[in-house]
């Protein structure tokens, strides 16, 4: 069946503002020595198109070079952006690795065109963050002395395959040749711990103790999600209340979310100076989940002059009416809650006061109930 690839994009969908953006707005004068270079002969693929289907797998949820690749050759929208070329997975890889310098500022020229068409309101701006995955495997994470110890077992297990060999010399040869691959992979693994002890540093956190490390990844840390733990990131964002536009997004490999506010603030602070807006922050709200409290958080923005709303961790604890009492619970009731592992309801019909006069009930808090 033909079909004509130029008709493919229609106006007023993502795919359509994408190819319009990178061919007419963007500034890719950073990516001139990767494209025209007369001494070793230029890219294979100019950089409008690498662009466009990178930003487009990244927002149909395609962060992988091969599944980008595999797009590029099944799916009717990224053949239509490229042009119907098929790039390899390693140059798309290479792409992004080696162009980071060069990406990076697009963000911002981006953020000029929403600022040019009215999309940005600059009222009120909120930070949120999500566990993001990472490559890299737990297996290979641990403090300086976690990793000194694995080394040490892995030094054993190989000195134990060799004595091994030396006790048994009348073993069959496919056994021998399987130990002796065995014992290789081990070598290599203690060696690499011992490269990476060797010419890195420990981390440490923010009270000086010793932080797990992981040795293919070290920006990446070791969280917990509600899926369990991953080796990952936390991913970043701030964005405008106005049209959703996020003006700040960044990877941090901290555990916890509360030592990214400040960076992040000041990665917001300079991209609104970028768009000519430098006093934006003292005249905006700003808004954080419970995930950003913390005393040092509180302190920090009571210097910056945000008018700043951040969910309290403690305010359960603090509030009356959430505190749960002994008594509102008979002995009977507190058997079943301790059969069933469940937690106290925080309130019972004894805390609600019903009027019979007015057929009416006020909630522990005083609010009139309605039906």
């Known amino acids: 069946m033909p079909i004509d690839f130029s008709r493919q994009i229609l106006p007023s969908t993502f795919e359509f503002a994408l190819s319009h953006i990178v061919d007419n707005r963007l500034d890719l004068s950073g990516f001139d020595a990767w494209y025209q270079n007369d001494k070793r002969g230029a890219a294979a693929y100019p950089p409008t198109v690498m662009l466009k289907i990178i930003l487009l797998g990244y927002v ?32 798309i890889a290479s792409f992004v690795s080696k162009m980071s310098e060069q990406i990076a500022p697009l963000f911002t020229q981006i953020l000029m065109i929403c600022d040019e068409e009215g999309l940005i309101g600059r009222n009120m701006f909120a930070i949120d963050g999500c566990k993001i995955k990472s490559n890299a495997s737990k297996e290979w994470s641990g403090t300086f002395e976690e990793l000194e110890r694995k080394q040490v077992k ?20 496919d ?65 405008d209340d106005k049209h959703q536009i996020i003006l700040q ?10 030592q990214t506010l400040k960076p992040a603030l000041g990665q917001l602070d300079e991209q609104l100076k970028k768009l000519g807006t430098p006093n934006t922050l003292s005249e905006a709200k700003f808004t954080a989940d419970s995930g950003f409290h913390s005393e ?23 509030n009356p009416l959430f505190k749960v009492s002994d008594t509102y619970h008979t002995e009977k009731e507190k058997r079943r809650l301790k059969r069933s592992k469940g937690k106290p309801r925080l309130f019972t019909s004894k805390d609600f006061h019903y009027d019979e006069e007015q057929n009416t009930c006020r909630c ?4 009139t109930l309605w039906q």
């Open 60 to 91: 149909h949820g395609l962060v992988s070079s091969r599944r980008i690749a595999q797009a590029c050759e099944t799916n009717i929208t990224f053949m239509s952006l490229s042009g119907d070329v098929q790039p390899h997975y390693t140059s």
């Open 154 to 173: 892995l030094d054993k297990a190989s000195k134990r395959i060799l004595a091994c060999h030396q006790s048994q010399d009348v073993m069959p040869e």
């Open 296 to 318: 040092e958080n509180l302190k920090y923005l009571a210097t910056t002059g945000l008018d700043s709303y951040i969910a309290d961790t403690q305010f359960r604890s603090r």
């Open 175 to 239: 056994e021998v040749i399987h130990d002796l691959k065995q014992k290789e992979k081990l070598d290599k693994s203690a060696a690499k711990i011992g490269e990476y002890l060797a010419t890195k540093e420990e981390k440490l956190g923010r009270k000086g103790k010793s932080v797990k490390s992981n040795i293919t990844d070290p920006d990446s840390a070791k969280m917990t999600t509600s899926k369990g733990t991953i080796q990952g990131y936390n991913g970043i964002a701030i964005n």
């Open 249 to 258: 997004a960044q990877t941090w490999g901290s555990v916890g979310e509360q």
């Open 364 to 367: 522990p808090a005083g609010k």
